[in-house]
Structure formats: structure tokens, C-alpha cells
């Protein structure tokens, strides 16, 4: 398989991924030091990409940004997919209700991705989430919930990442398999990685599709397991919502 990959394609998408929110503009050499790659590596593709269009080139600043066929590109992923035309309502019909946050996600590496994030905590908090914006998978309830059901390859070889990085990884693969037992055995797990905040997640179980998990949060200094008691019921009911109206492709404004 790997003998199959394009690799000027593949280290065109490293460079992507090394702008994220608060990095917008970045040189060659800093791309070079987050990629990994080597300056004439990364000088060739950066021209390339800028060529393609998916870069803007600052001369003044002699530094790269990301152009807007990227963004037309994440709007093209948002509205053709069946599983957020689905859940989008649904999510916010919860969220309006009940006064929380909702949101869906799905891992990329070792992060989790929020593909929809709708907002209604009345209680005012330090952290906004948007799409796309990158949580890590070993601290939050997203990414706990997706290593859960993530085959044991994946599962392991971020383990492996994971104590190679993290001086505190004994106490966080503690929590991490606390986790993975309440999936299985309730279908929701906990954390609460920020201060004062409280969130749950769980993974659909989609016949269609594999890999999302909808998570409820809330700012409240209650404890994990106080809230859970109030919204894990609300979060799996709406897990089922969105699994019948992905699988069997029914409207999302005729479910009850």
C-alpha cells in the first residue's frame, strides 16, 4: 500500500496541515521545522502550492497563508455530507432545549475534529469551539470515546505515541481505559480536560459511515458525575435520533 502513495502529494498535504488557527502565516523555514521536511523540499511545494492555488505567497513578510479554495473545499465536504445534514438539526434542537453545547467530530491522527460545533451553555466560558477546530484525542471525552471503537492498530500505535510524548501517560492511559469501560459498558464516557467544564461523548453506531462521535458539554462547576446523570440519557436518545436518520436516509425534521 504505501509503495502506491504519491509522495510530492503526500508532503503537500503536510504542508497544509501545518497552518492552523494562530499560525496563519508562516515561512518556509517554519514549515520546514513543523513538517519535518527539508528546505528545498519545502520550497519546492510551497511554489507549487501557491501555483496550484491552495497557497497565498506575502512578499513583504516572505511568508505563506492559506488561500480560499481551502476554505471552498471545507464547504464543499460540509454541505455534501449526509451524516451532518442529518445530525445539524438535531444537534441544535438538543442544544436550544437543554441550554448546552453539542458538537460531532471525527479523529484525524491524534486529534479529534469538530465538524459541527452549536453553542447554547448560558454559562459563560473561556473556551469557543468552531468547526474545525482541533482538540487532542487523549484528553477529551471525544477522543476517548473514539478510541473506544477505533480498530486495535490505530488504537495501539497512538498509545505508543502517546508515551513517547507524555510524561504523564501512566496516569492518562488510566483514565484512557476508565473511559473505553464506560463505552462499552454504558455506550457515553466523561472528562472534564478544561477548567470547569463537563463533557460527554459517544460514538455512533452507523451502518453507513464509521469514525464520528457526537459529544454534549456544559460550563458548570458540578462534578463529571453529576452531570452525567443530566445528560447522558439526552446524549445517547439523540445518538439514536441521528443513527435512524443517516441509515435509513429519513428527513431530520420528521424525527420525534
Known amino acids: 500500500m504505501a509503495s502506491t502513495l504519491n509522495r510530492s ?6 504542508i497544509l496541515r ?33 501555483v496550484a492555488g491552495m497557497l497565498a505567497h506575502d512578499r513583504s513578510a516572505r511568508a505563506y497563508r492559506l488561500a480560499a479554495p481551502v476554505l471552498s473545499l471545507a464547504h464543499a465536504m460540509r454541505t455534501g455530507s449526509v451524516v451532518l445534514q442529518a445530525a445539524a438539526p438535531l444537534m441544535r434542537a438538543l ?6 453545547n453539542v458538537g460531532l467530530a471525527v479523529a484525524d491522527r491524534s486529534e479529534m475534529v469538530y465538524l459541527e460545533s452549536i453553542r447554547y451553555n448560558r454559562r459563560a466560558s473561556l473556551r469557543s469551539v468552531v468547526s474545525g477546530q482541533r482538540v487532542p484525542i487523549e ?19 497512538l498509545f505508543a505515541e502517546f508515551a513517547a510524548r507524555r510524561t504523564d ?8 481505559d476508565k473511559a473505553i469501560e464506560s463505552v462499552v459498558l454504558r455506550g457515553w464516557c466523561a472528562a472534564s480536560w478544561q477548567p470547569e467544564v463537563v463533557a460527554l461523548a459517544a460514538p455512533l453506531k452507523l ?7 457526537l459529544n454534549v458539554s456544559v460550563s458548570s462547576t458540578e462534578s463529571s458525575s453529576d452531570v452525567a446523570a443530566e445528560l447522558a440519557a439526552p446524549l445517547l436518545a439523540l445518538s439514536q435520533k441521528i443513527t435512524r436518520a443517516v441509515d435509513t436516509r429519513e428527513p431530520a425534521g420528521a424525527m420525534r
Open 18 to 50: 501545518a497552518f492552523r488557527p494562530g499560525s496563519t502565516l508562516l515561512g518556509n523555514s517554519e514549515i520546514a521545522e513543523r513538517t519535518g521536511l527539508s528546505p528545498a523540499t519545502v520550497s519546492r511545494l510551497t511554489q507549487t502550492l501557491v
Open 9 to 14: 502529494l503526500e508532503r503537500g498535504m503536510e
Open 139 to 157: 484528553l477529551t471525552s471525544l477522543g476517548r470515546a473514539w478510541l473506544a471503537v477505533a480498530p486495535a492498530d490505530a488504537r495501539e500505535a
Open 95 to 100: 442544544a436550544e432545549k437543554l441550554r448546552i
Open 207 to 213: 451502518e453507513s459511515a464509521w469514525g464520528y462521535v
Open 169 to 176: 501517560w501512566p496516569r492518562l492511559r488510566k483514565e484512557i
